[in-house]
């Protein structure tokens, strides 16, 4: 080998050996701890990991109310949380940490009427070169005004009605309708308001609204409180039909009846004022029987604690319109006729009211003609069977005066209908059928599980005349 061929070969290895230096330099530093690392990351983030504030902070806004709410730290640093003194109403459950975590911050309610502010800082107790991450929590003030109970019921014979209140307002006012003078204020202050309800003298129940509101006009505040007090007729326990707008109805009492409508053109409904909606049934023909529309069904046929109920006594009330057709017919207004059962019915023939149980057998109470009715004419009737065989067990009242009583036909057995169903607007017929239509107008419709007193039926017509 010569000396040029012996020098290249020596150049050659030379140049191999720099090139394995430099790859094992390269690659030691790659791996070494000191080596190029990841840019700091520190912020808080929502559960889904949307930011919160923005990549350095920012506001974010609270409800007022207690609240909790949780973040996640990410980071991939040494971190802790700062919330300056005076924001002891705003705490963490973690305050330091490192990388990636869940915290929690727990707010109490803000009674004040002012917003107020607690700052969070989020900090590397690493690196002191990254900025902090601010997060400024806003908490809403305002005016807070809490009543219990909104709702209150009380009895016939009244009583105080204490409602507490949890407000922050420095002053409030109660309000009464100035119609309602059965209810007065007895005292009032930021803790309590005590309201005394007189004893009722009407017969069914009455309702009024109370408000309670902030004195200052800057806070305008309200909260409202019903009030229910019961009439001195306890409500009816079986059927109490209430007129809808669209021509249907339901019943109000604690039987809940399934009341179905044969809705038609000859069925309409009349707003008004004390009833919220009244049925006018107007048939082509009055006393007109198989009409298939224009009228109510309250089947009871499956019903057996209402057949039970109306088995040992019962009374029927109706608010209804008449007068003298010229058809010498008899149109039934409410009735479930057929082999036993009820009615009321109009005798066209010579204007009178009668109340129809069959008590043992066919049991009619009929008042006196009340001579020319030319135009239609609102009655409040009620028929009532005390569950006995007496002499005056069965009675029949015209606007609050007894107009007839007898004793039952035999015994003191009720005797359902083979058609176990009443018809408002008509007598029961066959399936979806009603018999000797009704033509007027029909505002109450009530079935008490009792025989009602003179002194309660008094009461109930007076409260019509109010």
């Not at 869940?102 to 803000?110: D, R, Y």
């Not at 009340?370 to 069977?385: D, I, K, M, N």
């Not at 107009?403 to 008509?426: D, T």
Request: glycine share 8%; charged share 20%.
């Amino acid at each position: 080998m010569n000396k040029l061929m012996k020098k290249n070969l020596l150049m050659n290895v030379w140049m191999m050996l720099a090139l394995f230096m430099c790859m094992g330099i390269f690659s030691c530093s790659d791996n070494s701890e000191d080596g190029v690392k990841e840019p700091p990351v520190l912020r808080l983030v929502d559960k889904n990991g949307n930011s919160v504030g923005g990549i350095s902070g920012g506001d974010y806004n609270l409800t007022g109310n207690v609240e909790n709410l949780t973040l996640r730290v990410m980071s991939n640093l040494d971190w802790k949380i700062t919330i300056p003194e005076g924001n002891e109403w705003f705490k963490v459950d973690i305050a330091e940490g490192v990388g990636f975590k869940e915290v929690s911050f727990t707010a109490t309610e803000n009674e004040g009427l002012e917003e107020r502010k607690a700052q969070v800082i989020l900090s590397s107790t690493q690196n002191s070169s990254v900025p902090d991450f601010i997060l400024n929590c806003i908490q809403p003030g305002g005016p807070r005004l809490i009543v219990t109970p909104e709702n209150a019921s009380v009895g016939k014979e009244g009583k105080d009605v204490i409602v507490a209140i949890s407000t922050n307002l420095p002053s409030l006012k109660c309000i009464i309708p100035e119609n309602v003078k059965w209810i007065t204020q007895k005292s009032l202050t930021n803790k309590q308001l005590v309201l005394t309800v007189a004893t009722s003298d009407i017969a069914k129940i009455r309702t009024a609204t109370v408000e309670v509101t902030s004195e200052s006009s800057a806070y305008p505040t309200t909260k409202s409180i019903e009030i229910r007090q019961a009439g001195t007729v306890d409500m009816a326990e079986l059927l109490d039909v209430k007129f809808n707008a669209d021509g249907t109805a339901e019943d109000l009492s604690a039987m809940k009846m399934p009341i179905k409508t044969f809705a038609g053109p000859t069925l309409t409904m009349i707003e008004n004022e004390t009833f919220g909606y009244i049925a006018k049934f107007d048939p082509e023909t009055v006393n007109q029987n198989k009409i298939t529309s224009g009228f109510y069904t309250v089947d009871f046929t499956q019903n057996i604690s209402f057949q039970n109920a109306i088995a040992d006594g019962f009374s029927m009330e109706l608010y209804v319109t008449a007068k003298d057709y010229g058809e010498k017919s008899a149109p039934i207004p409410m009735g479930c006729h057929g082999g036993g059962g009820v009615a009321f019915i109009w005798h066209d023939d010579n204007n009178s009211w009668g109340f129809e149980p069959y008590i043992g057998n066919y049991s009619a109470c009929n008042m006196p003609p009340l001579g020319e009715v030319p135009e239609e004419t609102w009655y409040h009737v009620v028929g009532v069977w005390d569950g006995t065989g007496n002499a005056d067990a069965i009675k029949l009242y015209v606007d609050g005066k007894v107009e007839a009583q007898r004793a039952p036909a035999s015994g003191n057995s009720f005797q359902l209908p083979g058609n176990k169903w009443f018809v408002i607007g008509g007598d029961a017929g066959a399936a979806n059928e009603a018999d000797r239509a009704y033509k007027g107008q029909i505002a109450i419709t009530r079935i008490y599980d009792r025989a009602l007193t003179a002194e309660e039926v008094k009461a109930l017509y007076n409260t019509l005349k109010e």
